[in-house]
């Protein structure tokens, strides 16, 4: 798989903000007693294909600030000025904007971005009532102290999108020409990973000390008064070890060592697919699951459902739901840390069935529509595994930037069940980190197809 993630979000918004263009011309043309023919229908499904293009890259959720430099809003309509201007000069060098009529046009043209912005309002209200944790400000701390460092807390601190807490410094407040402004000081470099982990933040940025930075930017200097190129070659390290991106962060230029592929319009793709799948299925499947918590009732006693808890997304704590597939008494033994292993013999006779099918794992479709899981990630472990895992395997935690699934990357690929090997268990997690890293709404549908054909033919599923 490539290592650069793909986002869907563009074509997301972009189809959106298509339908706002088209629909805005449709509706001034009905409310001005103009017939919405085959010229206007046309010339709507232009605009709108390229508004798909142009357009689409505009984030719609994060805070657009119409009128302010450089912001999503402004930038956004200075695109659609663009697109009108462009449209009008087609329309003069063909002499086809005689077919329209200019109230309907001026309407159109004043009145889109108007309702590009409602649409955003209303997205923005709809998320932070049903998906607070897509749309809400982030919390951010800032690691070493330099030019840049103080150009990003500016950013941040006038940002919608980041709450900025403090900064970490190693050297004395004096010798980096003062604290960042506004911003506390929360301790040394050492100290960060204990102060996120005990405050869950959710943004670190990393600014490299000064040092380097001056002596290449000085030898820069003096190369510029001669004829040779010039290419300044960073230290990749980090890069190629963490397999970072660069990107870009309220203007300055970043790299994005760890970060959730579902924040934004991506996590509304993502949970509007785990809603209608996870709500599709338990219709689909209520006859079976109703069959198999009479047999689980009939065959052994204790409940049909066994609750477990799990860590679930950003590391909080959930209880799992799957029908029990143990003898009550040797699950309330050592729920927490006993994986099961072939001819376990705490497993019931119908407990072997619905574990070597899967059927034990329908019941999380209502961990779905609770919000705790998602049909497709890293398949959530216990949380005695989570502790002692956490601290032998590298990066572990960063498969806790998305939602548990039902199904996951690893899985797929034969992943499943016991993990008694430190290196199997290293071997998932770096499928999980690389579906964090690659995922699609695409991947999701074909990890959900290679579940299904796996089902019956998985040996590692006990």
Do not use: C
């Not at 607070?132 to 701390?141: E, F, G, L, N």
């Not at 506004?182 to 943004?203: F, P």
């Amino acid at each position: 798989m490539s290592s650069a993630r793909q986002s869907w979000a563009p074509a997301f918004q972009g189809t959106l903000y298509a339908l706002v263009i088209y629909g805005t011309l449709w509706l001034i043309a009905r409310l001005l007693g103009q017939a919405f023919d085959t010229q206007y229908q046309l010339m709507a499904l232009l605009m709108s294909a390229t508004g798909f293009v142009v357009l689409g890259r505009y984030d719609l959720l994060t805070p657009w600030m119409p009128g302010r430099q450089g912001s999503v809003g402004t930038r956004l309509y200075w695109a659609w000025v663009v697109m009108v201007g462009v449209l009008l000069l087609i329309g003069f060098l063909t002499q086809y904007s005689i077919h329209f009529s200019r109230r309907v046009l001026l309407l159109w043209f004043v009145s889109t971005p108007v309702a590009l912005l409602i649409v955003h309002k209303l997205a923005v209200a709809l998320a932070q009532r049903f998906l607070p944790h897509i749309v809400r400000r982030r919390t951010a701390v800032v690691v070493f102290v330099n030019d840049s460092a103080r150009s990003l807390s500016r950013n941040l601190q006038n940002s919608r999108a980041f709450e900025l807490v403090g900064f970490f410094e190693d050297r004395e407040i004096e010798r980096i020409g003062g604290p960042l402004e506004g911003v506390s000081y929360l301790g040394r470099a050492r100290d960060t990973a204990q102060y996120v982990r005990d405050h869950a933040i959710d943004v670190v940025f990393i600014v490299l000390p000064d040092d380097g930075a001056r002596r290449a930017l000085n030898l820069l200097e003096d190369l510029g008064n001669t004829t040779a190129s010039v290419y300044y070659v960073p230290d990749f390290m980090i890069i190629n070890l963490f397999e970072a991106q660069i990107r870009e962060i309220e203007g300055v230029t970043v790299l994005e060592v760890a970060e959730t592929p579902f924040y934004g319009a991506d996590g509304i793709l993502k949970q509007l697919f785990d809603f209608v799948f996870a709500a599709t299925l338990l219709i689909l499947l209520a006859p079976l699951m109703i069959v198999v918590a009479a047999l689980i009732k009939l065959t052994s006693p204790g409940p049909v459902i066994f609750k477990q808890r799990r860590y679930g997304l950003n590391g909080q704590r959930f209880h799992i739901y799957k029908f029990r597939s143990m003898h009550v008494g040797e699950v309330n033994r050592d729920p927490d840390m006993q994986q099961a292993t072939r001819q376990d013999p705490r497993i019931t006779a119908i407990g072997r069935f619905i574990r070597r099918t899967s059927i034990d794992e329908l019941p999380q479709f209502f961990n779905v529509l609770r919000g705790d899981m998602s049909v497709v990630g890293p398949r959530p472990h216990t949380v005695a595994h989570n502790e002692y895992y956490r601290l032998a395997v590298k990066r572990y935690m960063v498969r806790h930037k998305v939602k548990p699934g039902l199904t996951g990357w690893a899985q797929v690929h034969g992943l499943r069940g016991e993990t008694a090997q430190l290196e199997r268990m290293e071997e998932r997690i770096r499928y999980d980190l690389d579906y964090i890293r690659n995922w699609s709404p695409m991947l999701d549908f074909k990890i959900v197809l290679m579940t299904v054909a796996m089902i019956f033919r998985d040996r590692n599923a006990y």
